[in-house]
């Protein structure tokens, strides 16, 4: 248990989300402990079919699952405007969803803020210098991914570590890491 978790007092129930136009992974922490996590998987021909099922699934998570605030992944910078068009789509219909009434209190969470707060900071030069040797003829976007999915295994190993629990799944996994972000927001009104 870190030393961080040792000494604050927390008292709420919060709900870390990561959601794409694909899926939403979440963690509920009562009291930095994790209850509940999981992810659930949008269905669809099209965007509003994903809108839809979305808006049906979540809702239907919201009602299983007692929570006090809901920390949300902000959408990260996108070159593509159609793109961020569609995640603005399927967030608003979540974070409809998530609402339980007017007292849920809702963060944004910047991805950088939860990584760097777990201890999972930007690759250093070194780092991404071995990820590309390891990986000899592969292309600028390969690598640029394999790098995002190297910290990502980092984030699956820091929730080993902090709680045990072993998560296959690395949008999961951030749902933990933004979890546990949001219970600091909220518990130390940061």
């Not at 030393?3 to 509920?28: F, H, I, P, Y």
């Not at 930007?122 to 640029?144: C, F, H, R």
């Not at 295994?153 to 799944?169: L, M, N, Y």
């Amino acid at each position: 248990m870190s030393k961080d978790m040792q000494t604050r007092q927390v008292s709420e129930k919060v709900l870390g989300v990561d959601c794409s136009t694909n899926n939403l992974a979440w963690c509920l922490l009562h009291n930095d402990v994790p209850v509940s996590y999981g992810k659930i998987e949008f269905e669809g021909n099209d965007i509003f079919d994903k809108i839809k099922d979305a808006s049906i699934k979540v809702k239907s998570l919201k009602d299983l699952l007692d929570y006090d605030s809901v920390a949300f992944e902000g959408a990260v910078f996108v070159n593509s405007p159609k793109t961020a068009t569609l995640l603005a789509y399927v967030y608003g219909a979540s974070i409809g969803a998530l609402m339980k009434n007017k007292s849920t209190k809702m963060i944004t969470v910047v991805p950088v803020a939860w990584q760097a707060f777990i201890g999972n900071k930007p690759l250093t030069k070194m780092e991404k210098l071995s990820v590309n040797s390891m990986n000899p003829g592969k292309s600028e976007s390969w690598l640029k991914n394999e790098q995002r999915n190297y910290r990502k295994r980092r984030t699956a190993s820091w929730v080993k570590r902090q709680f045990g629990i072993e998560v296959s799944d690395y949008d999961v996994a951030d749902a933990f890491g933004i979890a546990y972000y949001g219970s600091y927001k909220v518990n130390s009104n940061g």
